[in-house]
């Protein structure tokens, strides 16, 4: 079974500042992924960045990067010169490959994101 | 391309109908998820079929059933409605043949409330 953590239930952070949005994780698989999914309040789930448990670099898509510390059982994500279109919520989320990575994904809760003027 | 849809939008029942929602893709993708999301618990799984003609549980799945109908079509039934099936629904397609991606592309979700 796998589990994932977020710690911040919310945040606020100034426009243009760099926020790191944190994750936490616990697997017993030798060989998974990591994601993670922006939700704004229209409430559709949209893909932001992939890390898998073997890449040797971390994931980056633009003004965000993945920061994973497998030791750690960590996968922050990292947003780069946040926008006032950033506000959203955004959850981590993880599926075991060792089975062709075709199992659910196992979400965390979430952290509600608020960009300020 | 449509991406995934989902129908309907929002439904309303009453304790003890019955419904089913339904999900379809266009991207050819070999596997097909319900997830469900209640407020402060992110997203669950409910069912999952990996490849057309084959279904699985996932960590919620009491009080539905599901249906492969080919591989662009996978429903969720409720047979007996219940107020704790109140959720937002969310249907997801992943896994083009040939392609090593496991990005999941989710539909619009669809917004039940059981009376």
């Known amino acids: 079974a796998q589990k994932i953590t977020q710690t911040q239930p919310g945040m606020f952070v100034q426009e243009k500042e760099a926020v790191t949005l944190d994750c936490t994780y616990d697997?017993?698989?030798?060989?998974?992924?990591l994601f993670w999914y922006k939700q704004p309040s229209s409430g559709e789930m949209i893909f932001l960045i992939y890390q898998g448990s073997y890449d040797q670099q971390n994931a980056t898509e633009g003004r965000y990067s993945l920061n994973f510390q497998k030791a750690r059982k960590s996968a922050n994500l990292v947003i780069s010169a946040s926008q006032l279109g950033d506000s959203a919520m955004y959850f981590c989320a993880m599926i075991p490959l060792t089975g062709g990575g075709a199992d659910g994904l196992t979400f965390g809760k979430g952290t509600h994101l608020i960009i300020q003027p | 391309n449509a991406g995934v849809t989902q129908t309907p939008k929002f439904q309303v029942l009453k304790t003890g109908q019955s419904m089913t929602l339904q999900c379809a893709q266009d991207m050819n993708h070999n596997s097909m998820y319900w997830y469900r999301q209640d407020p402060g618990m992110g997203l669950r799984l409910i069912y999952y079929s990996a490849s057309e003609g084959t279904t699985d549980k996932g960590e919620v799945p009491n009080g539905y059933n599901v249906s492969r109908l080919n591989k662009r079509e996978f429903s969720l039934r409720l047979e007996s409605a219940a107020p704790s099936q109140t959720s937002v629904y969310f249907c997801?397609?992943?896994?083009?043949?040939?392609?090593?991606?496991?990005?999941?592309?989710f539909g619009p979700g669809t917004r039940l409330t059981v009376t």
């Open positions: 697997t017993s698989d030798p060989s998974y992924g």
């Open positions: 997801a397609s992943s896994g083009q043949p040939g392609e090593f991606s496991y990005e999941q592309y």
